[in-house]
Structures are given as C-alpha cells and as structure tokens.
C-alpha cells in the first residue's frame, strides 16, 4: 500500500536526507586509486554511527534474497550496476574505474536513500558522459514528479531525456525506483521509462526513491552468484544517480541533497 508521510514525519526525514548527503560526499572524496571498497564500507560505517544513526542496508532481506544484506553500503563498479557487495571480495578501485555508492540511512525510524556514481581518478569521455547523461537524468525525472501527476510522468520524462541525448543507451528495466521511509521499499515501483499519464497518481506527502540506472550497451542484467549484484549482461559500463523526494503542494522536494 502506498503510504502518504505525516508532516513531522517529513521533518524527519529532511533531517535524515541531510545526514545522509553529508555521508555520501565524504565518501565520495574517499573514492580514489587504491582504496579497497570495505575502506569504503568502514567508512561508511563509521559515518553513520557517529551521528547515531543506523545503515538501512545491513541485514535487510529485500524480497526474494535468500540472506540478509551483509554490509552498509552497495559500492558497484564499472559494469556493476546495483547491490555490489564490499565485504565479501577484496576490491581494490583503479584509475580509471567508475563506482556507484549507494546508501540507505535509518534517522529516527525513518529512512532515505541515495546514490552517486564517481569517478577514480582520470576517466575516458565515453565514462565522463555515461555519468552525465546518468546524473542528468535524475534531475529530470524529478523534474517530472508533481502533485497530480502520475508514476507515469516520471519515467517518461527520463525515457525520452535519455532516447534525445544518449540513444545508445540501455536503460534498465527490470530495476527500478520505490516508495521509502517506513522500509527500504515501498510501493509504488517507479520504472525509468513509461507513459505520461499512467500508473499511481502523485500525492502530497510520497515519499520515492527516483533511481536512474543507463548502460553504455544493453539494458539486460544478470544477477551475480552472490545473491547481489547486478551486472551489464554485455560487460559494458553502467551508472546509477538516486535521490530521496518528497511530493509536495508546490513539486518535489529532495530530501537528499
């Protein structure tokens, strides 16, 4: 069921979305040659716990996994699209590499969620404009999220964003954004492509995760033997951009920024 957030739950959570985009910059100024993605989880950690706040990721069993999550943050590499593990492979991030950071941040019961992509060190144009195009094309679907409006808006708008300036690139499908607060995911499912005019109609008070994710080739993925990560099914380079909104009388506001 969708759920409408209470106005001093709201409040919250604009207190968590700060927090949370405060953690998710000084780890992206951690991202560079050499570091090893648990640093990155560590970090990630440490952060959270300092402002005793909680990771909304460890141990969470999203539907259909057979485990609980078994670290804080998805750190997701080159042709990685979501949901890397950083603790269970030894990885060390190289120049050149492109790196999703995903979080998911539990203030006072209520959670947010969010993601960048960065850059390690120098990166060839064809990654500067995967990154881009794909940070681009959150703004728009934000953009397109208003009270009156439909699920549907959202991701037609990023749809034909994406057709107008990248072409070539696969956008995915069979992943998608959520309503969150009360749980990491919550209705409705918000697809990065569709009709203007369909699916949930928009209401003051949703709350939705907006989660762009383009690939350089193919928008097909395969899911890793951990249980995890999704993967470019062509091997090719993948993007991931994610901010937490809330649907007010006057748009969307970004709780997450």
């Known amino acids: 069921m969708i759920t409408i957030k209470k106005p001093e739950e709201i409040t919250i959570l604009r207190e968590g979305g700060r927090r949370h985009a405060k953690i998710l910059a000084r780890l992206a100024l951690a991202v560079v040659p050499g570091v090893s993605t648990k640093n990155l989880n560590d970090l990630a950690e440490k952060l959270i716990t300092e402002n005793g706040d909680e990771s909304a990721f460890l141990d969470y069993t999203p539907k259909g996994a057979k485990r609980p999550y078994p670290a804080s943050l998805c750190v997701s590499i080159n ?20 790196v999703s950071l995903d979080l998911g941040l539990r203030h006072n019961g209520l959670i947010t969620d969010a993601a ?10 064809r990654a500067k404009k995967l990154i881009e195009i794909t940070k681009k094309a959150l703004a728009v679907g934000i953009s397109a ?20 300036t990248a072409a070539d690139y696969g956008i995915v499908r ?12 919550e209705p409705p499912f918000v697809p990065n492509f569709g009709e203007k005019g369909k699916g949930k109609k928009l209401l003051p008070g949703m709350v939705l995760a907006i989660e762009p994710m383009l690939n350089e080739g193919s928008e097909k993925v395969v899911l890793d033997d951990d249980g995890y990560t999704y993967k470019t099914a062509d091997g090719k380079r993948s ?17 997450t920024s």
């Not at 009270?147 to 994406?162: H, L, M, Q, R, S």
């Not at 993007?239 to 709780?255: C, D, P, Q, R, S």
């Open 79 to 98: 042709d990685e699209v979501v949901h890397g593990i950083p603790n269970e492979k030894e990885k060390i991030l190289k120049e050149g590499d492109i």
């Open 174 to 185: 069979d992943l998608a954004g959520h309503g969150v607060g009360y749980a990491v995911h």
């Open 116 to 125: 960048v992509t960065i850059p390690v060190g120098k990166i060839d144009e």
């Open 145 to 164: 999220a208003h009270k009156g409006g439909y699920v549907g808006d959202i991701g037609a708008t990023i749809e034909k964003f994406v057709k107008s």
């Open 239 to 255: 993007a991931h951009f994610e901010h937490t909104i809330v649907i007010t009388e006057n748009g969307a506001e970004i709780l």
